[in-house]
């Protein structure tokens, strides 16, 4: 007799739109002025970093890189500085599985929101003690 189908036969990893979806949902859940303030920073989801990026930061496992700011903070900034390139948050859906197929007592969104939120803070400044009070959930 053969066995029964598996209720999992069908699933399918998540998308890079179910990405931006749970980064989204991360975005609503901030307090304002935080809240708006995020929806204007571009969001890039793609599956693992570019090379050139890796390259830079001189990390050799594309897996070791699950989010990343790519700007100046706003403590930093001076009125005279130029942006070398558009600012954006950048989320890699493949480190991001990797990491929660090992973290199993996170969901999927939890722990989208907790990278999303830390990249954020380095757009910000803020301190893991100003995450924890803005963002509680995300930590």
């Known amino acids: 007799m053969p066995a029964p189908p598996s209720p999992y036969a069908d699933l399918a990893a998540p998308d890079l739109a179910a990405f931006e979806t749970l980064a989204q949902a991360a975005v609503a859940r901030l307090p304002e002025p935080y809240r708006q303030l995020a929806r204007a920073l571009p969001l ?31 403590t930093e900034r001076s009125v005279s500085q130029q942006p070398e390139r558009p600012e954006a948050i950048w989320l890699f859906r493949r480190p991001i599985l990797d990491e929660w197929a090992e ?32 963002a509680p959930w995300a930590e």
């Not at 390259?55 to 989010?67: R, V």
């Open 44 to 74: 890039r989801i793609e599956d693992f970093p570019p090379e050139e990026i890796l390259e830079e930061m001189g990390i050799d496992d594309a897996f070791e890189l699950t989010g990343l700011y790519d700007g100046v903070p706003l």
């Open 103 to 134: 973290r199993v007592e996170v969901s999927l969104g939890e722990l989208v929101a907790h990278v999303f939120v830390h990249e954020l803070a380095h757009h910000f400044g803020w301190s893991d003690e100003e995450i924890a009070r803005i």
